[in-house]
């Protein structure tokens, strides 16, 4: 059973930096072959797409956060990041990993929790 863990998230000034992992198990030497992204739900709103990236390594950004945020993925680690930078009040959400494979079976992380204030 595919299981993804996020790490990263924490308190940070506007203007900030941070960088959120995503590690998954339970897919043996396969991660691959899975699409991954990063998803966020902030305070009132629905969960939103926020950058993805395809077992082609492909990427897709959000357009709140092109130019900002940067996906990555090290199959080696079976790892995917989501580097943020210039981070804005509003980017303060509960951001998710996600995990797809190529039948189409959706994975989530628990979240991992990002605030930008002063």
């Known amino acids: 059973q595919v299981h993804v863990v996020e790490s990263g998230g924490a308190l940070v000034q506007p203007g900030g930096s941070l960088t959120l992992s995503c590690t998954a198990s339970g897919i043996g030497g396969f991660f691959s072959r899975y699409d991954m992204g990063w998803y966020r739900q902030g305070p009132g709103n629905q969960r939103e797409m926020v950058a993805t990236?395809?077992?082609?390594?492909?990427?897709n950004y959000a357009e709140f956060v092109k130019g900002r945020f940067t996906i990555s993925r090290d199959n080696a680690r079976s790892v995917v990041s989501l580097q943020m930078n210039g981070l804005k009040s509003e980017d303060t959400a509960v951001y998710y990993c996600?995990?797809?494979?190529?039948?189409?079976?959706?994975?989530w992380g628990q979240g991992t929790q990002v605030t930008v204030s002063s």
């Open positions: 996600w995990v797809q494979s190529l039948f189409g079976v959706e994975t």
């Open positions: 990236i395809s077992h082609t390594e492909s990427t």
